[in-house]
């Protein structure tokens, strides 16, 4: 079992969810399904089940959809989405219903389409972003000096919302080149994670989705994230902090 180190600032809204799973996980290696569902039952009539449930002449999320059943593999990834569906029950439902309905209407191919595309990549690598109109004009302009250096002091109060569980699998092994997909729709104050699942259903619809409506944010210029971030020229690596 690797090691997660859940008061990192990244994993510590997943610690309610992750630490009873992990722990669970840890007592029965080979059955991750069973710690995700004895740990934190989904608040959606859906349940993890193994990966050998899933038959091979049907698509993933075909199969969720029509079974209410999550295959399951024993491994970081698959642990991180089952995370993701514990927190975001609403929203990974209605992620995967837009998925099936795709499927269901083009097919599965090599090809899977701009909806699908969208969809995989909010689910692997989103984050939502409550923040100052000027720090969101910062970061849709990738002004990252006036983001991270300026407005920094914005960041004690702007609210940072991580969905996508390879996000999260990444963030296990943090690296300083992490970035995340924001959804481009500045989220409101909201109090807790059912505030969140519902308002996020409402934003996703498969118009808003097929636009794109993603800005790329370095997580590792966050104030607190990531250790030599507080110097300007911190951000002067390229590779990371790209125009």
Not at 200 to 211: E, F, G, M, N, V
């Amino acid at each position: 079992m690797w090691h997660i180190d859940w008061q990192q600032p990244w994993f510590q809204p997943w610690a309610q969810y992750g630490e009873k799973v992990q722990l669970h996980w840890q007592s029965q290696p080979e059955q991750l399904h069973l710690a995700l569902n004895q740990s934190c039952p989904i608040r959606a009539q859906t349940s993890f089940v193994p990966q050998t449930d899933l038959p091979a002449d049907t698509a993933y999320e075909s199969f969720i959809f029509q079974h209410k059943h999550i295959p399951t593999r024993n491994n970081p990834h698959d642990f991180f989405n089952g995370l993701c569906w514990l927190r975001f029950p609403q929203t990974k439902t209605h992620l995967n219903r837009l998925q099936a309905m795709a499927i269901a209407q083009d097919g599965v191919s090599a090809q899977r389409g701009a909806l699908r595309d969208a969809l995989t990549l909010f689910d692997e690598n989103a984050a939502l972003l409550f923040a100052s109109p000027d720090m969101w004009e910062a970061l849709q302009r990738k002004q990252w000096h006036e983001l991270f250096v300026k407005q920094r002091e914005g960041w004690q109060v702007a609210q940072l919302v991580l969905f996508g569980h390879a996000l999260l699998e990444k963030l296990s092994k943090p690296y300083k080149g992490i970035t995340a997909h924001v959804l481009c729709v500045p989220m409101p104050e909201l109090q807790n994670d059912d505030e969140v699942d519902a308002w996020l259903c409402k934003q996703l619809t498969p118009d808003l989705l097929q636009s794109k409506p993603f800005v790329p944010l370095p997580l590792t210029g966050i104030p607190g994230w990531w250790p030599g971030n507080e110097v300007p020229a911190f951000f002067e690596d390229k590779k990371v902090f790209r125009d």
